[in-house]
């Protein structure tokens, strides 16, 4: 990405379909194998290379070991979910459970595999070795919450996270699904990683956000705020002389912002691998009146 010292605004002419689908369920199978190869594409032109290689690396063992896990099951309150608007995956339930620590123990041994820093790798042996730690980062992480110390373990623990919430996410009927708040994945509650505009069949030029957990995406008005769905003072700023592919929208009622990436021009991209490969823009951003207000459980130290 480039790196001029200023902003611009985004005039974008704003377009619209009247009824794209609420929903679109996770593929665990093909999700991390596309944020791998979305990962390396960033790498081979950022001065973040080593960190977004690692990643890459992560990615590529979260799709390793799918075929290696159990069959997980759709939870059995849907219906009751769907009549209270509550999200059918519940975060703060999710511990302790059998599939999450066996999900746990193949990440981290393939993860072992990974060519990496030695602190990371120093950091993996902890939270492979200490369930309590293990347990604590999984419960920031599934909180939406950014840890002071040991990001290192919290990534590894995030990356186990998102596999088994995609898994869960997946068995669910995406007709059951219903809005549960603003800025809240309808599947399981998590927080937004960024919004794309897509351009998929049948909902062309439509915006959906990404949870940053389960990876499920769901429709958002464009032009609103997807944290506090105000509509005044919504801007879409971006790196000067750069790319149009990732913004940061802001909104003046929150004081933050949550990048919009434009699937319609550029079908590869990632929810999370565009998130942290426009890392350049984040810096940017720092010397405005918005603060960040997406979560992304690798960018936990920004």
Same mark, same amino acid.
């Given at each position: 990405?480039?790196?001029?010292?200023?902003?611009?605004?985004?005039?974008?002419?704003?377009?619209?379909?009247?009824?794209?689908?609420?929903?679109?369920?996770?593929?665990?199978?093909?999700?991390?194998?596309?944020?791998?190869?979305?990962?390396?594409?960033?790498?081979?032109?950022?001065?973040l290379k080593p960190f977004l290689?690692?990643?890459?690396?992560?990615?590529?063992?979260?799709?390793?070991?799918?075929?290696?896990?159990?069959?997980?099951?759709?939870?059995?309150?849907?219906?009751?979910?769907?009549?209270?608007?509550?999200?059918?995956?519940?975060?703060?339930?999710?511990?302790?459970?059998?599939?999450?620590?066996?999900?746990?123990?193949?990440?981290?041994?393939?993860?072992?595999?990974?060519?990496?820093?030695?602190?990371?790798?120093?950091?993996?042996?902890?939270?492979?070795?200490?369930?309590?730690?293990?347990?604590?980062?999984?419960?920031?992480?599934?909180?939406?919450?950014?840890?002071?110390?040991?990001?290192?373990?919290?990534?590894?623990?995030?990356?186990?996270?998102?596999?088994?919430?995609?898994?869960?996410?997946?068995?669910?009927?995406?007709?059951?699904?219903?809005?549960?708040?603003?800025?809240?994945?309808?599947?399981?509650?998590?927080?937004?990683?960024?919004?794309?505009?897509?351009?998929?069949?049948? #909902?062309?030029?439509?915006?959906?956000?990404?949870?940053?957990?389960?990876?499920?995406?769901?429709?958002v008005v464009r032009v609103k705020?997807?944290?506090?769905?105000?509509?005044?003072?919504?801007?879409?700023?971006?790196?000067?002389?750069?790319?149009?592919?990732?913004?940061?929208?802001t909104c003046d009622a929150c004081?933050?912002?949550?990048?919009?990436?434009?699937?319609?021009?550029?079908?590869?991209?990632?929810?999370? #691998?565009?998130?942290?490969?426009?890392?350049?823009?984040?810096?940017?951003?720092?010397?405005?009146?918005?603060?960040?207000?997406?979560?992304?459980?690798?960018?936990?130290?920004?």
């Open positions: 990405m480039a790196d001029p010292r200023t902003l611009e605004a985004d005039p974008t002419a704003i377009g619209g379909v009247v009824t794209p689908p609420f929903a679109r369920l996770p593929d665990p199978a093909g999700l991390f194998v596309k944020r791998s190869l979305r990962l390396r594409a960033y790498a081979e032109h950022s001065d290689l690692f990643l890459a690396g992560l990615a590529d063992a979260q799709a390793a070991i799918q075929s290696t896990l159990a069959a997980v099951s759709a939870p059995e309150a849907l219906a009751r979910s769907r009549h209270h608007a509550m999200p059918p995956l519940d975060r703060a339930a999710l511990l302790p459970d059998a599939a999450l620590d066996a999900t746990f123990d193949a990440l981290f041994d393939a993860a072992a595999a990974l060519d990496q820093p030695d602190e990371a790798r120093a950091a993996l042996g902890r939270i492979a070795g200490d369930r309590a730690l293990r347990d604590a980062c999984a419960r920031t992480v599934l909180a939406g919450e950014r840890p002071e110390a040991g990001l290192a373990e919290h990534a590894y623990a995030a990356a186990a996270v998102q596999v088994h919430m995609a898994r869960l996410a997946a068995t669910l009927d995406v007709a059951a699904l219903v809005p549960v708040g603003t800025g809240a994945c309808p599947a399981c509650g998590g927080p937004p990683v960024s919004s794309t505009v897509v351009g998929w069949q049948g #909902a062309d030029g439509a915006r959906y956000c990404t949870c940053a957990l389960c990876a499920t995406m769901w429709n705020c997807t944290l506090c769905d105000s509509t005044k003072g919504i801007t879409y700023m971006g790196v000067e002389g750069g790319t149009d592919t990732v913004k940061a929208e004081h933050r912002y949550v990048k919009i990436l434009q699937g319609q021009k550029d079908m590869l991209v990632d929810a999370v #691998a565009d998130d942290v490969g426009s890392l350049g823009l984040d810096m940017l951003m720092a010397g405005t009146a918005y603060r960040r207000g997406a979560y992304d459980p690798f960018l936990m130290g920004y």
